[in-house]
């Protein structure tokens, strides 16, 4: 009972504490709840700009799109470089139950490469499941295939995509260049931001020169997507209805800028007869707008099918393109360098006239065969029998050798080598496309610049005799051939020669033309002189006995045109040249340039035709070819328009 | 009902009238259940949203609640002085089943919460969030208030021993969820500011043993608790996540079902852990702030009853009940928030989840069983 009395005692005493006790963590619960409101309204009120913009960040990704990229026009409006649609087929990770076997499967169809199953199964599995993995490009025919098979291979798609097709293939591979995956190269050279989307870049040609007009600009499209990176709804293949507001609002979708189209200077018809005209020969033509720097035709042979670096070469086909011992990869018309040969007779009578240093009266004996005084090498004409007494003109005409050799003697290495850059030659002609070889125009400093070997550094007055007929070190492009003919053409105008002459915005459809440039030209020279020179050259076509009278012979519009003959193979100085003894690849390389008509030129060109023989017999009737091209293609008024 | 509003308006001293009529005859307290039931409703229709609007989710949940509910009631009728003399017998019993966990658990890998009995499976450690109170309150029903030193130093072992073995499993949300219930109980017998102050330094003292007896994943949490931005896609990723969700939410919120962080599954325990954040997302400061006043109403009603109460064990029992109700929240919502390290302690009565419903809505019923069969006291 003792202590029962003392709890009762206690019992109010306690009640007392425990009341003060419970008051006390009353307290303490409101402080916490408040600690916690505190906290909750920094995160929703104070900082809830940030954890939105955070959040939002967290569901939408930003998809890139790619723009299409821009057409390629020829002068005439013929489709040269277009986008077509493709089908590229597609692994889904998550959906396929067996992988090994699916692509087994798949090959067994020919529809990837059997070699390739382990890299393609490791690209699979590299991938998040739901992602969509390109296997292969398919051709229709394969997509067909594929098609009625669907059912066999759960998680294995086909989808379109757009890709580069070049409809003249090899005829335009060299000018327009082509399109290849984005290599570590390019990257350096791009913005990589605005190639998010784009898998494929100019590799070369205007392709690869007007990248940043053919590119246009990158767009993108919000996606809405979990946290495993799942696309939950896509504007812009969903039903719009599915967006709205919450989880899938608020998408923004910014279109991609689609590529300048271009339009170029290239005449597709034209293209195509030199080509047809070049046939199997390994050897260029380049055809020139005298007036404006036109290039109509740009050709190099043998081509290669440029839809097949658009589409992705196999290792095998890449390889088999870079060990053909014809170098089809090779542009020639731009970077294959060639002694000019008897080429540079009209440029070097020309700047010898001018510098008067020859009359046009001044006559010369050519008994087959030219000594330097005190010495008994005989420098020899193409023509053993020599062409008896000839003065310039005469000399241009049958290409006389001995002229140019005492004429080259009179000019000196020196005026020589001045008078032959002023045409364009021994530089890049600064054309649009780039990567032209400059060539070699030797001069003593050259000379001193190019031979390591001390007594190898001295000029010889030989190898100024030598350079009068265009052998020795001089080394010219068919762009440059091309180039300073269509100077001679225009009396001393020269121009940059362009392959692009317009571009059309993609949006406005406008086409802005691009100037043509003007370079500083040949504007000293006398017109009686000039006139002198294309007579001659009208002579070598036209008149009897003119080293390519027969070739030309008939046509319903003048020539002025000279032949050229480059030596691959040194004959010994007691030995004949015999075509038939020596190796396909140690004949001459035959060139030829020309321009038409020759009263009021249209059309310069310049023509090699490696190892083909002598200037008239291999590159003249490809000339011949591609000017009867011209102006039976060319409507008169549309030569006016373009001027 | 009628009868249950007046009571709760005019509730206040030690007023007591006969009443055994309605829902008062079944010894339950309505404010409180009718406070329990919003706060259940509102879990559901969070837990609709958190678990992808999943129904079968919801069904689960309700069947756990109508399962905590049916505790509620059958615990309501037992006369707190039967629990009383069966509190010793339970207390062993559960630390009988965490060394069976214990025992049994070595042979599965990993966590060992579990106890399989056939039919169900059971967490021994839940029930000592309930018989640890019941244990410490029991000790000191018979003595003189405040304890006395050595007593503190019993009451200490009676919530250490099953604290340590629950904390071994390893869970220490719920091994500091049985501290906090059996030291609150201690806690309002009324230990003197020099004890506590003492506590306090044992504390001091004490943290730097926890930290070298902790798990790494533990010791991982408070270091990404202390500095989440360290590591933002590994342990650092669900405060961040977390934060971002509140964050976002605003003061009203995204709307229902319109959370982009837990539908699109940046969230990590949407439905379970973290659903404070999915209504932080959805529903904005305001309907945190009315879930928070919501609970609060909770604690506050069950202090009431604590202060209502008869005697020492009902008092100490009531008290320490609903203060560890507000332990589960706060230490909830701060975790979520990033308030305080990441430990496993549900949101009461939203989160999803087994047994956590089903303890907690028993431990309210208790509380109405006190409340409910308060004896007539002459004046």
Known sequence: ?643 | MSLAAADWGRSSGASFRRRKRGALALHVDVPLLALLAIVAVIGLVVLYSAAAESTSAVMRQSARLAVGFGAFFVLAQVPPRYLRMWTPWLYCIVVGLLLAVMVEGEISKGAQRWLDLGLVRFQPSELMKLAAPMMVAWFLHDRRLPPTFPQLMVLALIVAVPALLIAKQPDLGTALLVVAAGGLTVLLAGISMRVMAFGGVLALIGAPILWSVMHDYQRARVLMFLNPESDPLGAGYNTIQSQIAIGSGGLFGKGWLKGTQAHLEFLPERSTDFIFAVMAEEFGLLGLCLLLVLYVAIVGRGLYIAVQAQDTYTRLLAGSLALTFFVYVFVNAGMVSGLLPIVGVPLPLVSAGGTSVVTLLAGFGILAAIHGHKKLLAP
Not at chain 1, 182 to 200: F, G, H, M, P
Not at chain 1, 512 to 525: K, N, Q, R, S, T
Request: proline share 5%; with cysteine; hydrophobic share 40%.
């Open chain 1, 1 to 643: 009972m003792a202590r029962s009395a003392v709890a009762l005692k206690d019992h109010w005493k306690e009640q007392r504490l425990f009341l003060s006790r419970v008051i006390g963590a009353a307290v303490i619960v409101v402080i916490l709840s408040g600690l916690v409101v505190t906290r909750l309204v920094q995160l929703q009120i104070i900082d809830y700009q940030r954890f939105s913009a955070l959040s939002q960040d967290n569901r939408v990704r930003i998809e890139p799109l790619a723009p299409p990229r821009g057409l390629i026009f020829d002068r005439n409006g013929v489709v040269l470089a277009d986008n077509v649609p493709t089908w590229e087929l597609v692994a889904i990770g998550e959906e396929i139950p067996n992988l090994r076997e699916t692509l087994q499967g798949l090959a067994d169809l020919e529809l990837i490469d059997p070699a390739e199953l382990g890299v393609l199964a490791d690209l699979v599995r590299s991938h998040r499941g739901f992602e969509r993995v390109k296997l292969s490009n398919l051709t229709e025919e394969q997509a067909a295939r594929f098609a009625v098979r669907r059912h066999h291979f759960p998680g294995v798609d086909i989808q379109e995509a757009l890709i580069r097709y070049y409809p003249y293939g090899a005829a335009t591979a060299h000018a327009i260049g082509y399109v290849g995956s984005i290599s570590k190269a390019d990257l350096e050279r791009i913005d990589r931001r605005d190639y998010a989307a784009t898998s494929q870049i100019g590799k070369s040609g205007v392709e690869r020169a007007y990248e940043s007009r053919l590119h246009g600009s990158v767009g993108y499209r919000q996606q809405v997507v979990n946290a495993q990176g799942r696309v939950l709804l896509d504007p812009a293949t969903d039903d719009a209805s599915a967006a709205g507001d919450g989880i899938f609002g608020g998408l923004e979708t910014k279109w991609p800028v689609p590529g300048e189209n271009l339009v170029l200077a290239l005449d597709i018809r034209l293209q195509l007869a030199a080509q047809e005209a070049l046939a199997n020969a390994r050897g260029a033509v380049v055809a020139i707008d005298p007036a404006n720097g036109d290039v109509l035709a740009l050709v190099s042979t043998p081509a290669f099918d440029s839809n097949g670096f658009a589409r992705g070469l196999s290792r095998g086909e890449l390889a088999a393109l870079n060990t053909d011992p014809n170098r089809p990869l090779f542009n020639r018309a731009l970077s294959g360098t060639y002694p000019p040969g008897s080429t540079v007779k009209p440029f070097l009578g020309l700047v010898a006239l001018h510098q008067e240093r020859v009359t046009p009266e001044q006559t010369v004996y050519c008994p087959g065969h030219f000594s330097l005084p005190g010495s008994s090498h005989r420098y020899r004409d193409w023509r053993p029998q020599g062409h008896g007494s000839v003065a310039l003109h005469a000399s241009i005409v049958r290409s006389c050798d001995v002229y140019f050799y005492q004429l080259a003697l009179a000019l000196g290495i020196d005026d020589l080598e001045a008078g032959m850059r002023r045409f364009g030659f021994g530089a890049p002609t600064g054309i649009d496309i780039g990567g032209e070889n400059a060539g070699v125009v030797p001069s003593r400093e050259w000379k001193r610049r190019n031979f390591s070997r001390r007594e190898d550094q001295v000029w010889f007055p030989g190898e100024t005799v030598i350079s009068g007929i265009g052998q020795g070190y001089t080394l010219v492009t068919p762009l440059q051939l091309a180039h300073a003919t269509a100077v001679l053409a225009a009396k001393g105008r020269r121009f940059a020669p362009r392959v692009v002459i317009g571009s059309e915005e993609g949006v406005s459809r406008r086409i802005e033309w691009i100037p043509a440039e003007e370079l500083p030209g040949v504007d000293d020279v006398d017109e009686h002189h000039w006139e002198l020179i294309a007579a001659a050259m009208l002579g070598v076509t036209a008149e009897p006995g003119g080293s390519a009278a027969v070739t030309m012979k008939g046509t319903p519009y003048t020539i002025a045109g000279k032949t050229g003959t480059a030596q691959v193979f040194t004959v010994a100085q007691d030995a004949r040249y015999r075509e038939d003894e020596i190796d396909e690849r140690l004949r001459d390389h035959g060139l030829f340039v020309a321009f038409a008509p020759a009263e009021a030129p249209r059309i310069a060109l310049g023509v090699v035709v490696e190892n083909g023989g002598g200037g008239n017999r291999a590159a003249a009737p490809v000339a011949r070819k591609v000017l009867d091209a011209y102006f039976s293609l060319m409507p008169d008024d549309y030569v006016a328009r373009s001027r």
